[in-house]
């Protein structure tokens, strides 16, 4: 069993920074992926970025590629979402999950969720 906490969520400014951050605890693997999603009221779960646990392979969905950074911390079993240059439609609860996954930008692909952290931008 693996557990997932985000934090950092907020209410920012349009052309602000948040950074995001998942704490896993329980069993971990190296090789789990660790996705960010994102769901806003009315849409589909969106893609929005994946790191191996070791810290390898950042990949990002197109709607946050060249705003975002994915990274790991080691020493706080965390991996950050780094988010800058925010816009309205960056708002939406964001969710961090781990799997095997093989498709990273596939929300089926993980097993394990968090609950969700709520990120407000404000125009």
């Known amino acids: 069993q693996v557990q997932l906490v985000e934090s950092g969520g907020g209410l920012v400014q349009a052309g602000g920074s948040l950074r995001l951050g998942c704490t896993a605890s329980?069993?971990?693997?190296?090789?789990?992926?660790i996705g960010w999603f994102r769901q806003a009221p009315g849409k589909e779960r969106e893609f929005v970025a994946a790191?191996?646990?070791?810290?390898?392979?950042?990949t990002y969905g197109d709607s946050v590629k060249g705003r975002s950074t994915i990274s790991k911390d080691y020493n706080e079993n965390t991996v950050y979402l780094q988010m800058n240059s925010l816009k309205s439609e960056d708002t939406a609860v964001y969710f961090c999950a781990a799997g095997f996954a093989t498709m990273k930008s596939r929300s089926n692909e993980y097993t394990y969720w968090g609950q969700g952290t709520q990120v407000t931008v404000s125009s």
């Open positions: 329980g069993r971990t693997w190296s090789r789990y992926t």
């Open positions: 790191i191996i646990w070791d810290g390898t392979g950042p």
